[in-house]
């Protein structure tokens, strides 16, 4: 089982497939990685030896994953939201920051539709 920053890689897996496991690595940042460390694309994690995982340990630490990259992601946006900027007040309320419409989308974000004015019939048709 290969470990490389806090995350286990599927050792079935083709290695350029499994750097993308770790947060903050694509498919091109994959490549660029395994292109540093002398690694061919096309070999499977548990093809990798001990030399191999090292030099692949080696270049990661020149990159910004996992822990670090979600600490400053998550630092950047409650920056916005202490701000008080348009975008922060957008995260505050879990709405889409990036101009997006929500009238009909965003659903995932806003949750189940709630149905607004039967209140006001059912109260007319007891008046009457």
Same mark, same amino acid.
């Given at each position: 089982?290969?470990?490389?920053?806090?995350?286990?890689?599927?050792?079935?897996?083709?290695?350029?497939?499994?750097?993308?496991?770790?947060?903050?690595?694509?498919?091109?940042?994959?490549?660029?990685?395994?292109?540093?460390?002398?690694?061919?694309?096309? @070999?499977?994690? +548990?093809?990798?030896?001990?030399?191999?995982?090292?030099?692949?340990?080696?270049?990661?630490?020149?990159? +910004?994953?996992?822990?670090?990259?979600?600490?400053?992601?998550?630092m950047?946006?409650?920056?916005?939201?202490?701000?008080?900027?348009?975008?922060?007040?957008?995260?505050?309320?879990?709405?889409?920051? @990036?101009?997006?419409?929500?009238?009909?989308?965003? @659903?995932?974000?806003?949750?189940?539709?709630?149905?607004?004015?039967?209140?006001? @019939?059912?109260?007319e048709?007891?008046?009457?």
């Amino acid at each position: 089982m290969v470990r490389l920053a806090g995350v286990d890689l599927a050792p079935n897996k083709r290695v350029v497939i499994a750097l993308t496991y770790i947060y903050g690595i694509g498919e091109a940042l994959s490549h660029e990685i395994l292109g540093k460390a002398g690694i061919k694309p096309d @070999r499977r994690v +548990k093809e990798l030896g001990d030399t191999e995982v090292l030099a692949l340990r080696d270049v990661l630490k020149d990159y +910004k994953v996992e822990g670090d990259l979600r600490r400053e992601v998550s630092m950047s946006i409650k920056r916005l939201i202490d701000t008080g900027t348009y975008r922060g007040t957008r995260h505050r309320k879990g709405l889409p920051a @990036r101009g997006q419409r929500t009238r009909t989308n965003a @659903r995932t974000l806003r949750g189940k539709r709630k149905t607004v004015g039967l209140g006001k @019939r059912k109260e007319e048709e007891k008046k009457e």
